[in-house]
């Protein structure tokens, strides 16, 4: 896998869009980190490998599509993350499921009431990042889209 500037500076937007301060792509040989700096609101990329921050080094791999376009779906309110309708329903999506632009994703519970929350965007998910029946919070990631 290998990142263009551009590919970088897309992923570092998009985590500056959420409250999420660290996060690790690994594929193959290759792994990269990148952080938030504490005083500076702006993420800056840096290597496992590498003990300075902010140096990126790449490491060979295998060749990987790059038009990817990851968007986030965040949680609009503050509450409880159900990724089902009732308990004993399937899950509204899975890791894999292609969506489209509108269909109900989960629900987030506030106040005794049943918010289902729908994608923006048609797409395939590639995360979901909270587990069900977890407290979230506004502006939370809840799961990440590939956007067709």
Do not use: H
Not at 17 to 38: A, C, F, V, W
Not at 108 to 114: G, H
């Amino acid at each position: 896998m290998e990142f263009s500037i551009e590919q970088l500076r897309e992923l570092i937007t998009i985590l500056n869009q959420t409250d999420i301060t660290e996060m690790t792509l690994e594929s193959g040989d290759l792994r990269l980190s990148i952080r938030k700096r504490e005083t500076v609101q702006e993420a800056a990329p840096i290597a496992s490998t590498t003990p300075a921050p902010a140096i990126l080094t790449p490491v060979p791999a295998a060749p990987e599509p790059t038009s990817r376009k990851l968007i986030d779906i965040v949680s609009p309110m503050v509450g409880t993350f159900y990724r089902s309708p009732a308990p004993d329903d399937p899950p509204f999506v899975d890791i894999g499921d292609s969506i489209r632009k509108g269909q109900s994703v989960c629900i987030i519970e506030a106040m005794k009431l049943m918010n289902e929350i729908e994608s923006e965007s048609a797409g395939r998910v590639v995360e979901i990042l909270v587990n069900n029946a977890q407290p979230v919070e506004y502006g939370q990631v809840l799961m990440r889209i590939d956007v067709l």
